[in-house]
């Protein structure tokens, strides 16, 4: 059954992003009719035909990030898996096919992690190969043995949250401004981050650990246990 998330407005949406500390602020600015996110995306100014100045998702090639979305204006809800455990020949899973415990994965390239138990990662199209719509991992050959264990990091769409847009009526998106730590459930699960590694925007506007602009610097690695970001993060 689909929830609809609460329109907390201003707010924001607590499982997506929160402040830890910081000296942050608010504002609602202006948003592009086009724009697609949900909050903890990262945004960009740009101007709309009539040349007012308006947000829209930042990307990799961003100079000068505004700041962070702190509402949702989207049809679809990616959540992040950390090092989820699968063993190959352990029912449900056979001696070739591991079922992750989600389907409907983001792009099967670019945002998904498999790796040992010593985080050595395996080569997607060589030890693997990965249905993203269905959930699962194919070993191929000898570099993954038939009873091996794998560590999947990954983004699935959450089919428990059906699409909001928080920016209908005024047209402005609620942003999270300023400097300081922010925990969020919103970054490329696919990427291996580092305490003290820098933190950058990917072509979606999401957070991740390579870049040219760093925004950022990470407070708290995420893991299985707890998924969230910790970022130290001036915007």
């Known amino acids: 059954m689909s929830v609809n998330l609460p329109d907390l407005g201003r707010g924001g ?15 609602s600015r202006l948003v592009s009719t086009t724009a697609d996110f949900i909050a903890g995306m990262v945004a960009e100014l740009s101007t709309d035909s009539n040349g007012n100045p308006e ?16 509402c949702h204006k989207t049809t ?6 950390i090092d ?6 352990t029912s449900p899973n056979t001696a070739t096919y591991a079922y992750l415990n989600h389907a ?8 998904l992690k498999v790796t040992n138990s010593s985080g050595t990662p395996y080569t997607n199209g060589v030890d693997f190969t990965v249905s993203a719509t269905n959930g699962y991992i194919k070993r191929n050959g000898a570099g993954i043995s038939s009873t091996g264990t794998i560590y999947v990091s990954y983004l699935y769409l959450d089919p428990n949250q059906t699409g909001i847009d928080q920016t209908l ?17 919103v970054y490329d699960a696919g ?14 506007g999401m957070l991740t650990n390579t870049g040219t602009y760093s925004i950022g610097v990470v407070t708290k690695v995420p893991s299985a246990d707890d998924p969230e970001l910790g970022v130290k993060i001036t915007l």
């Open 104 to 111: 409907n994965m983001k792009s099967s390239t670019g945002y």
């Open 191 to 204: 990427k291996t981050f580092s305490l003290n590694g820098l933190v950058y925007v990917n072509a979606l």
């Open 76 to 81: 679809s809800f990616y959540r992040p898996i």
């Open 84 to 89: 989820e455990e699968q063993t190959f020949g």
């Open 169 to 185: 009526g005024s047209g402005q998106a609620a942003m999270l401004e300023g400097s300081g730590e922010i925990a969020t459930l």
């Open 13 to 27: 949406i607590i499982n997506a992003v929160r402040k830890v500390w910081g000296n942050f602020y608010n504002p």
């Open 55 to 70: 947000v829209i998702v930042a990307n990799a090639s961003t100079a000068n990030p505004l700041g962070l979305f702190f």
